[in-house]
């Protein structure tokens, strides 16, 4: 696999690796990840590695709890045994020696009859509680560190499976738990550097934390990266390699431009964009901690491993001839838009609007004012927009009465298009390209916005002009 750090002074540093759910998910995949922390362990002192649950897991486990909740009966002869099942035929193809094997599935058991419990928990409250649901979602990833620390072991490889519930102190949002990065970096130092100076690889869960009083929390869907980064930070990681199943940052998604290809450097205000506004390599929170740290970052193909795949930045000079570097897009969208000729000049519209949407727990994801002060946007999810209109209804009822605010309205679903490039923060004309490109392919813009970090535009276009959308700007990166 011949992987280097590319740094020879950094030979007795530590690396951390994360591994995402399709590149630990059947046996090619778990066979390509061994051989990676093989190699990367042959040039790295230290080697930490963050897995996710298998591909496919977590969805399994979150719809068994919803299906629960509504009382569907046959859910508890289903899915334990399916769950039990995926990762039996995994520890059968991978880990051959028959005494490992069965202490391995033993474990497997214990999680199985802790999902059947908490299962049948759900389904006599008739309700999946935040709280509930992560304990439901954190067995995933529980199954896969105990059987890639085994893969590992078998290998000759000396490892460990921990549990990130006894590294990670997060608050108690449940579903979004956000970290206490002091005493997490106190305990993960504590309990991961005895294993590193005995020459162990720690596999650690991803995805997962825990409340001070040890309850189990997620960090949110793709958490993983997340997961990496938090560590990273707390063992002062030199380096960072997520480890996915595309060769790095790609210019565009591969199934909408066929001739999408990989970004070799990118800045991290650029990724942060990108990940923010839906490539899917990058969990968007993982980003702001390496940047604080000063820490590298990499994002690798497992099933490519030799592809040099991108490579994160603090900073990224700008390349005239490669103004735009790439193109994403965020589905299921509906813009929610406020409007009335009585909004003019009128002061705290726009803070009254912000509150009514805070109030539904709803993200707002892009605005748009008209200058003219009669018109308010706001991109919000597909399925939060009848709750948000419902709530701004309320919140300018006497408005609304007295005609000052002629409507309040959710769009049809729609998407979010998001150019980004750190080139086109000083090159004149590039919006002008991009609505030129957009208009010979027809596609009409519903709305645009522009970041202040100035490296990324963002514009709304119906769903099924998408995909016309997303070409027509890719065709424009050279």
């Known amino acids: 696999f011949g992987l280097t750090k590319g740094h020879g002074a950094m030979k007795e540093s530590l690396l951390v690796m994360k591994f995402g759910g399709t590149?630990?998910?059947?046996?090619?995949?778990?066979?390509?990840?061994?051989r990676v922390v093989d190699s990367a362990k042959r040039e790295w002192r230290d080697v930490v590695v963050v897995v996710s649950a298998a591909s496919g897991?977590?969805?399994?486990?979150?719809?068994?709890?919803?299906?629960?909740?509504?009382?569907?009966?046959?859910?508890?002869?289903?899915?334990?045994p399916q769950l039990r099942e995926r990762h039996v035929v995994l520890a059968d193809r991978m880990v051959p020696d028959q005494a490992r094997k069965a202490a391995l599935i033993a474990e497997f058991d214990a999680l199985v009859g802790a999902f059947e419990d908490l299962l049948?928990?759900?389904?006599?409250?008739?309700?999946?509680?935040?709280?509930?649901?992560?304990?439901?979602?954190?067995?995933?990833?529980?199954?896969?560190?105990?059987?890639?620390?085994?893969?590992?072991?078998?290998?000759?490889l000396p490892s460990v499976a921990l549990e990130a519930t006894e590294l990670i102190l997060t608050d108690d949002q449940f579903q979004s738990a956000h970290p206490n990065m002091l005493e997490t970096g106190q305990r993960t130092q504590e309990r991961v550097l005895p294993?590193?100076?005995?020459?162990?690889?720690?596999?650690?869960?991803?995805?997962?934390?825990?409340?001070?009083?040890?309850?189990?929390?997620?960090?949110?869907?793709?958490?993983?990266?997340?997961?990496?980064?938090?560590l990273a930070v707390a063992l002062q990681a030199a380096e960072v390699w997520i480890w996915t199943d595309v060769d790095g940052v790609m210019t565009a998604d591969p199934r909408i431009v066929s001739d999408a290809r990989t970004i070799p450097l990118l800045s991290y205000r650029e990724v942060g964009e990108l990940a923010y506004f839906g490539a899917r390599?990058?969990?968007?929170?993982?980003?702001?901690?390496?940047?604080?740290?000063?820490?590298?970052?990499?994002?690798?193909?497992?099933?490519?491993?030799?592809?040099?795949?991108?490579?994160?930045?603090?900073?990224?000079?700008?390349?005239?001839?490669?103004?735009?570097?790439?193109?994403?897009?965020?589905?299921?969208?509906?813009?929610?838009t406020v409007e009335g000729r009585g909004?003019?000049?009128?002061?705290?519209?726009?803070?009254?609007?912000?509150?009514?949407?805070?109030?539904?727990?709803?993200?707002?994801?892009?605005i748009s004012q008209a200058s003219s002060e009669q018109s308010i946007c706001l991109a919000v999810p597909a399925e939060s927009a009848d709750r948000v209109v419902g709530a701004l209804q309320r919140a300018f009822v006497?408005?609304?009465?007295?005609?000052?605010?002629?409507?309040?309205?959710?769009?049809?679903?729609?998407?979010?298009?998001?150019?980004?490039?750190?080139?086109?923060?000083?090159t004149p004309g590039v919006a002008g390209q991009i609505f030129s490109a957009l208009g010979k392919e027809n596609v009409n813009v519903i709305a645009i916005a522009q970041g202040s970090s100035e490296v990324a535009i963002s514009l709304m276009v119906k769903a099924d002009e998408m995909e016309r959308a997303v070409r027509a700007i890719h065709s424009l990166i050279e």
């Open 120 to 156: 049948r928990a759900i389904q006599v409250l008739g309700e999946a509680t935040p709280r509930a649901l992560d304990a439901v979602a954190s067995l995933g990833e529980r199954f896969s560190v105990r059987l890639f620390s085994e893969i590992l072991k078998d290998r000759g």
């Open 57 to 80: 897991v977590t969805n399994l486990l979150l719809d068994s709890a919803f299906r629960a909740a509504a009382g569907v009966k046959p859910i508890l002869e289903e899915a334990p």
């Open 343 to 366: 909004m003019l000049g009128v002061p705290g519209v726009a803070a009254r609007t912000f509150g009514a949407v805070a109030s539904t727990g709803t993200s707002v994801i892009l």
């Open 23 to 34: 590149s630990v998910g059947g046996p090619e995949a778990l066979e390509n990840a061994w």
């Open 398 to 426: 006497i408005e609304i009465q007295n005609r000052d605010i002629d409507r309040i309205w959710a769009s049809e679903e729609a998407v979010i298009v998001t150019v980004v490039g750190v080139g086109m923060q000083h």
């Open 195 to 230: 294993h590193l100076k005995q020459g162990e690889v720690p596999v650690v869960t991803g995805f997962l934390g825990a409340t001070a009083e040890g309850v189990t929390t997620t960090l949110g869907r793709g958490g993983s990266d997340f997961s990496a980064a938090i």
């Open 281 to 336: 390599v990058l969990h968007p929170k993982t980003i702001r901690p390496v940047i604080e740290a000063g820490i590298r970052l990499k994002v690798l193909n497992t099933f490519n491993p030799n592809h040099p795949g991108t490579e994160l930045t603090a900073r990224r000079q700008s390349d005239d001839r490669k103004t735009i570097q790439a193109v994403t897009a965020i589905r299921g969208q509906k813009l929610v």
